[in-house]
């Protein structure tokens, strides 16, 4: 790829200095480069005692990694992040929208906007949910935003995670981190604060709690255990809150509430902020084979009595199929014409789009509608005809489990590498928080970069790393 | 409190403690192979013996070597007492009770599971095992460093100091009691040098030397020595102390959450035995006897622990 063609977020196209990056310049100018390389070592070592960690799978001992911590802040001006969070809000205030519908009455099917199958035959669909309403209304307590930029006012929407979006400890402790190792940077720049997110997290569950619990609500992070691989998160959150980690082994059903197992023997619970998939939630009601969750909790949360968040079902939301529905999901609820763009998406399960995409697999991105982790997807400018050829297979065996996309040119931000400043590929998750009170979104959020020089994958899986993000005070 | 993060808490102080113990055991055996002259491997089979270990040891040994013993002791996978073993545990439960420790104890924690993990990641050469067991010692004292220095004295500093003494005093039950014979009045044949070299292990092994003689001057007594760490209430590593504690900790738990258990009575009914008698009772009672009960008493007592506060279920 032509570097000159990639818009970078401190030098644009044409090597001139971005006004959000001058006083960071300024710095950085002024820095010996061989103390920045300690630095940077510095906040590894940092990151390796504080226990910041991801557990790789798929190995017979659950090694511990580190994600990948670079030094070099992403910075967006204030302006620009005033669009870009008006566009989130009214984007997460659609898809909460969408999900009431979807479990009540289908207007949106009913209107003609939907293919009914696209709701009725997807796997992310909970009939479970039909006619139930969450506590405060709300669905997607948690949100996170994926977003990627292609130009100084072009921003797209790679993906919505309205399930149990991660990443927003990397968040914290890269600003945490940032904070110790160059306060002299906080104090050129006015940089808007992250460190509120677990007290305003607690406020915004707290406030989603069923209607009948008093005004000081008992909240509890449900985790897998420590063997999942964000157990640093679980344990960090439910820390930074001040609220119980739960296992599904420490609940049960008490008294028609869901309690857990205290020194002190059992005690409600009214917020459940779950980090397990629907899947493992309820064994009665989901998953049989599930020993992680909590059997007929799902009859306590149609009965009222607790707050899931999120709550089960809003998978249908985020999924990929769905996802080239959102503009018309955002016009259809609001009324008004999406202020963030979607990335034009080929649905392959329809014969037009699927003849387009397998003529132009070298061109496109192909994703699996229900992949995560960058795993399963072909990157065809990237891929060798090997790989295009074998992919080509899997996609005309199953055309209705992909998507595909044009490959975007992203944006890139400079990392700091032995021989100083060299761009990288990013994108942007912002943490967007909803309850009856209001959406919150924490300024900024977790940018991940690909490390690898002209790689387009930044997740941590596949060998990504994050930044410190950086909002402006304009 | 969740009835796991008890648990949690409660075991990873005494994985800690039982590192700590074990390397005291090694640096001691160590000493002893260094001063005598005859057959020095067959006190690590006595080493090995006071620090629970010599059984599992057998099954994956033919002989006794100091090195294997070592080996055994400080870092075998296979060994769940060993302190690399022991370690890896305390972390372990540190990182299912991390909402409930402070960030200075848990950084305390996963720095000395670091430490370790790489100082123990090969053989340690007889050259190194001084630095070695010096990092250990380090290591597990900043982790209680912190706790004193940074835990809330509430329910969480209870469960770990629960922990820590009910392993201390099972630790100093069971040296004790493989060396009692040497202690027994009948061979008080004062000062032959084999019964020196034997008290001052006992001593070493708990790191009483210096207690002992500001207490009880230079000249070591069997009977002395097994007043000191039987029922002396101001040795941190005696057996009287640490069943105090237990004690202290169950009543402040009480005293917390208004309700009492049977651990209670049984920890007080411990607590007794110490009161009750002095040593020449319990040398008439018979030593060997006494250590025997007080081993059963701390079993029974941990699992009346783990029913009260509702570890499991």
Redesign the interface.
């Known amino acids: 790829m032509n570097e000159s063609q990639t818009f970078d977020e401190m030098w644009g196209r044409e090597q001139v200095l971005r006004p959000p990056y001058e006083r960071f310049h300024e710095w950085f100018e002024g820095e010996d480069i061989a103390r920045l390389r300690a630095k940077q070592r510095e906040a590894e070592e940092v990151f390796?005692?504080?226990?910041i960690t991801f557990n790789v799978y798929g190995r017979a001992e659950a090694e511990e990694r580190l994600i990948p911590f670079d030094i070099i802040p992403r910075i967006i001006s204030g302006r620009e992040w005033q669009k870009l969070s008006r566009g989130i809000e009214q984007r997460v205030q659609a898809i909460n929208a969408f999900l009431y519908d979807i479990y009540h009455r289908q207007e949106i099917v009913k209107a003609g906007r939907i293919p009914q199958e696209m709701v009725s035959r997807n796997d992310a669909f909970l009939p479970q949910m039909i006619g139930v309403k969450p506590p405060g209304g709300v669905y997607t307590h948690i949100v996170g935003i994926d977003l990627v930029r292609t130009d100084d006012n072009e921003f797209y929407v790679l993906e919505d995670n309205a399930r149990t979006p991660s990443g927003v400890s990397y968040m914290l402790e890269n600003r945490e981190t940032m904070l110790q190792m160059f306060p002299e940077l906080f104090s050129r720049n006015r940089v808007q604060p992250v460190q509120t997110y677990p007290l305003d997290l607690r406020r915004s569950l707290a406030a989603c709690a069923p209607a009948d619990v008093d005004e000081k609500p008992t909240i509890a992070v449900l985790t897998p255990g420590?063997y999942n691989s964000a157990?640093f998160e679980h344990?960090?959150l439910?820390?930074q809150m001040g609220v119980?980690?739960?296992?599904g082994?420490?609940l049960r059903i008490v008294g028609g509430k869901v309690a857990?197992?205290?020194?002190?023997?059992y005690r409600p619970i009214d917020v459940l902020y779950r980090r397990v998939d629907d899947d493992f939630l309820d064994p009665l009601n989901f998953n049989p084979e599930s020993a992680l969750g909590i059997p007929g909790i799902m009859d306590v949360y149609r009965a009222g009595r607790i707050t899931i968040a999120n709550a089960p079902g809003t998978g249908i939301a985020d999924d990929k199929a769905i996802y080239s529905y959102m503009p018309d999901i955002v016009e259809f609820y609001t009324g008004e014409k999406a202020i963030l763009e979607n990335v034009p998406t080929w649905r392959c399960s329809e014969p037009e789009a699927l003849a387009y995409v397998l003529d132009n697999l070298h061109d496109l991105v192909v994703k699996e509608v229900h992949g995560s982790g960058g795993y399963g997807m072909l990157i065809g400018p990237t891929s060798t005809r090997k790989e295009i050829a074998a992919f080509r297979d899997k996609l005309k065996a199953r055309p209705g489990n992909y998507i595909a996309q044009p490959t975007l040119s992203l944006s890139t931000v400079p990392i700091f590498t032995q021989k100083g400043l060299a761009p990288r590929h990013v994108d942007l998750r912002p943490f967007v928080l909803v309850s009856p009170a209001g959406i919150k979104i924490t300024p900024g959020g977790l940018t991940r970069v690909a490390l690898k020089k002209g790689s387009l994958v930044v997740n941590s899986s596949q060998g990504g790393g994050t930044k410190d993000t950086w909002v402006l005070e304009d | 409190?969740?009835?796991?993060?008890?648990n949690g808490l409660f075991w990873m102080y005494r994985y800690i403690e039982r590192a700590e113990n074990i390397s005291r055991l090694v640096e001691t055996g160590q000493r002893i192979a260094l001063t005598r002259l005859d057959s020095p491997d067959d006190e690590w089979v006595s080493v090995m013996k006071t620090a629970g270990v010599a059984k599992a040891y057998k099954r994956h040994h033919e002989t006794v070597t100091k090195e294997a013993a070592i080996d055994w002791m400080l870092r075998a996978k296979e060994n769940p007492s060993s302190v690399l073993s022991a370690i890896s545990s305390a972390r372990?439960n540190a990182?299912?009770v991390?909402?409930a420790l402070t960030h200075d104890v848990?950084?305390a924690m996963?720095?000395c599971y670091?430490a370790l993990k790489d100082a123990l990641s090969r053989r340690v050469n007889e050259r190194d095992l001084p630095a070695v067991i010096d990092l250990i010692k380090e290591r597990t004292a900043l982790v209680r460093g912190t706790t004193q220095g940074t835990l809330l004295r509430n329910?969480i500093f209870n469960f770990a100091r629960i922990g820590t003494f009910l392993e201390r005093a099972d630790n100093i039950a069971r040296i004790l009691d493989v060396k009692y014979y040497v202690l027994l009045p009948s061979v008080y044949s004062v000062g032959s040098s084999i019964d020196n070299v034997q008290w001052e292990t006992i001593l070493r092994a708990v790191s009483a030397r210096g207690g002992y003689r500001m207490v009880h001057g230079s000249q070591a007594s069997p009977r002395d020595i097994a007043q000191f760490l039987v029922l002396d209430r101001k040795m941190p590593r005696s057996l009287e102390f640490s069943v105090t504690k237990i004690r202290d900790n169950l009543e402040y738990?009480a005293l917390d959450?208004g309700?009492r258990h049977r651990s209670h009575e049984l920890a007080e009914a411990l607590k007794q035995r110490f009161t009750a008698h002095d040593i020449d009772a319990i040398f008439d009672y018979g030593l060997h006897e006494f250590l025997q009960d007080v081993l059963g008493s701390l079993n029974e007592l941990g699992q009346q622990i783990e029913k009260d506060?509702?570890f499991y279920?």
Do not use: H, P
């Open positions: 390796r005692l504080t226990g420590i157990y344990a960090f439910a820390d119980e980690l739960v296992e082994q420490d857990m197992r205290t020194t002190e023997g | 409190m969740l009835g796991k993060t008890a372990q990182r299912v991390r909402t848990w950084e996963n720095g670091m329910d738990l959450y309700d506060y509702r279920e």
